[in-house]
């Protein structure tokens, strides 16, 4: 039997809306207007304006502690951690690994030298495309310019004189 994709994805199987608390019970675990300022000053956030807010405040903390604990509460037995997020079939790691075809090209530019014959990158392999880098003018913006044998400089000056 073949599985129908649209049917499957035409109607939720679940909503946030039910990970969230009623709203007709008291929270689980009740939060102290004291602890809620003593997280504030911890994580360096102002602390409520008036009572009202700090209210509003204690709400949402109720409400994401209860969130996070209906995802706590969630059974993982016998489930692979996720590595990251990312495409971990076989097909998505094969894509993603780098074999020695791929790297052939760039073997083929280093030869060995010297007495621990460490790999170096062979000069010249090639023209780089400067893409219009060549042209801009690193000066062009300086108020005052030096020039030297060895080349032009720009002086910075601090706001001090």
Do not use: C
Not at 15 to 34: F, G, N, W, Y
Not at 48 to 74: C, N, W, Y
């Amino acid at each position: 039997k073949k599985l129908d994709i649209a049917a499957l994805l035409s109607k939720p199987s679940w909503s946030v809306r039910s990970l969230l608390p009623d709203a007709s019970q008291p929270p689980a675990q009740e939060i102290t207007p004291k602890q809620l300022h003593h997280l504030l000053r911890l994580s360096a956030l102002p602390q409520p304006s008036s009572p009202a807010e700090e209210q509003k405040m204690l709400d949402t903390l109720h409400t994401q502690l209860h969130f996070v604990r209906d995802i706590q509460g969630v059974n993982t037995e016998g489930i692979e951690p996720l590595q990251s997020i990312r495409d971990e079939t076989e097909e998505g790691i094969e894509a993603a690994t780098i074999g020695l075809e791929d790297l052939k090209e760039a073997l083929e530019q280093e030869v060995f030298e010297g007495r621990m014959q460490r790999p170096r990158r062979k000069r010249g392999g090639g023209e780089v495309e400067k893409g219009g880098v060549e042209d801009w003018d690193v000066l062009g913006a300086a108020e005052d310019k030096v020039e030297t044998p060895m080349g032009r400089y720009f002086v910075v000056r601090n706001g001090k004189e």
